[in-house]
């Protein structure tokens, strides 16, 4: 019978996510020690930005204790090439899950990588920022055109959706994909549906804000969200999925919610108390809608003919799937030469941490898959 097989884990960033995919690996760990033959997952690190918890001896950690543990853990923080170094000599095949937001980190991809330490991660840093480091990670990645660990990175886009697979798989069995659509952010979803509803109503603008931020739709600044950064990090990875060197997030048009007078604003609070002296602007956008019996929504499209990538504001008839969103769902439309008029469409829970955690996980089983 062939013998057990031991995989070592390493998560970097334990917020709403990373605990939410700490949880699922408990469960995923569990069923894979019953499997015949058995996969023995082992958790030898966990972090946060400011503090470590790592097994220098590779025997897991605790499941149920991990995080008193890691708030009383003394052990000072490696820098990233000692994480690589330690991960590399692992006993055996060694995984990072990136669940962090942090540019560094996603630099670092491809040392991790050439080390054969394979990679899953939300982290949208590593995929969307210049051109030459998304060459670099999949020159070193095995699932790319390197030997070296793999790379999946399923919930950088849509959280838990399948779109970035959906994507793939369109391209490799040779469909032409020409135009990709979609509402990216659960955030703007949620801020568009109820400041201008299908039949009418909604609040002001600065209101709906607001209140996007009371619920924790937004990020901490609500102007991380209004720029339309987010987005446009999503369309980039898109885009070059579907074959198009974009070089970065800002090469191409993005429109900003964001008030050119309030963008030197020196908090979040001090936005959110001067919006609302802005409020016209958007409600002129309403009204003029509402006559041409449409609706506003914040969308990014990528012509793959045209080689055209953009973020901004667009007017949707009533009738339009995209106006027909519910709360913070995503919806992305891929109009391709197989599906002819009728788009493959995706659509769901584009945020929350249970979600992309699942997103992660799923990530994880095909890596796990994949290793021998």
Not at 62 to 77: G, H, M, N
Not at 215 to 243: C, F, H, M, Q, S
Not at 334 to 354: C, D, H, M, W
Request: aromatic share 8%; charged share 20%.
């Amino acid at each position: 019978m062939p013998a057990p097989r031991n995989v070592y884990i390493a998560v970097v960033g334990v917020g709403g996510v990373g605990k939410a995919f700490i949880s699922q690996l408990e469960a995923l760990s569990h069923r894979l020690s019953h499997r015949r033959p058995p996969t023995n997952i082992s958790l030898i690190l966990v972090s946060r930005s400011s503090q470590i918890l790592f097994s220098e001896s590779y025997r897991s950690l605790s499941f149920s204790t991990w995080e008193s543990d890691l708030a009383s853990s003394k052990q000072p923080v490696l820098p990233i090439p000692d994480l690589v170094e330690y991960l590399a000599t692992a006993p055996e095949k060694a995984i990072l899950v990136d669940n962090t937001s942090n540019q560094n980190v996603a630099d670092c991809y491809p040392q991790f990588l050439r080390r054969g330490i394979s990679i899953v991660t939300p982290n949208k840093k590593g995929f969307s920022s210049d051109f030459a480091l998304w060459q670099d990670i999949f020159a070193a990645a095995a699932n790319g055109s390197g030997s070296g660990g793999y790379i999946f990175h399923e919930s950088s886009v849509g959280a838990g959706l399948p779109v970035l697979s959906t994507l793939k798989e369109l391209v490799e069995t040779g469909d032409e994909v020409a135009r990709i659509e979609g509402v990216f952010s659960g955030t703007m979803s949620f801020l568009f549906n109820s400041f201008m509803p299908v039949g009418g109503g909604g609040g002001q603008f600065s209101a709906e804000v607001k209140k996007a931020k009371e619920l924790g739709y937004t990020e901490p600044d609500p102007r991380d969200d209004l720029n339309g950064l987010d987005v446009a990090r999503k369309l980039t990875i898109l885009a070059r999925l579907a074959g198009l060197e974009v070089e970065s997030p800002t090469s191409f048009p993005v429109q900003s919610l964001i008030p050119k007078e309030l963008e030197s604003c020196s908090s979040g609070d001090e936005f959110l108390s001067r919006l609302p002296e802005f409020d016209g602007e958007m409600d002129k956008l309403k009204e003029e809608a509402a006559r041409e019996g449409k609706v506003v929504r914040f969308v990014g499209s990528i012509d793959v003919a045209k080689k055209d990538v953009k973020v901004g504001l667009e007017k949707f008839d009533a009738s339009h799937p995209i106006a027909a969103l519910k709360g913070s769902d995503n919806i992305i439309s891929f109009y391709t030469k197989r599906y002819g008029s009728n788009p493959l469409i995706v659509q769901g829970a584009g945020a929350g941490g249970e979600v992309t955690a699942m997103g992660v996980t799923g990530d994880l089983i095909k890596v796990l898959q994949l290793l021998h």
